[in-house]
């Protein structure tokens, strides 16, 4: 009988685990959806400071254009005259997916209204001092499969280009 109370102790005792790490999970999802719509807002109303303190001091943001890759301070230098004529660039998000990998890292993909239409960005969450932020972004432009071969014939001069750079 002692034998099959401890056993019901034990499954007692995982199922409470499981409902407490299912729980943070929810909470930091919740806290992390809440950042980046906050950082998304930031832009919009040219809040250079809230902006950047929602990313990780060694944040990576990836642009859509082949050359737009930059640490947080080649990021800053490029975004501040954007923030500085009062709107940078404005985001909603239509729908966004977040995987919690840890009590300290996540990752999402969030489909967005933009003024350059509908992008995808994602990136990676890492919690600092206590606050979701955003380490890497990557801002992809959507093609429609039925546009993929018109977008291609159209930037491909650009492609040959970047290529041709890399192979030196």
Known sequence: M????KILVAILLCIVGVNSIQAQDIDAEKH???NLDTWHKAAAEAQFDAYFNLMTTD???VGTDASEHWDLEAFKAYSKPHFDVGKAWS???????VYIANATLAWFDELLTTQMGVCRGSGVMKLENGSWKVAHYV?????????????SALKSKDDSDIISAFSR
């Open 91 to 97: 985001f909603s998000a239509l729908e966004r997916h």
């Open 59 to 61: 944040a990576v943001f």
């Open 2 to 5: 002692m034998h099959i109370k």
């Open 139 to 151: 801002l992809s432009a959507t093609i429609p499969n039925n546009k993929m071969n018109a977008v």
């Open 32 to 34: 992390i959806c809440l």
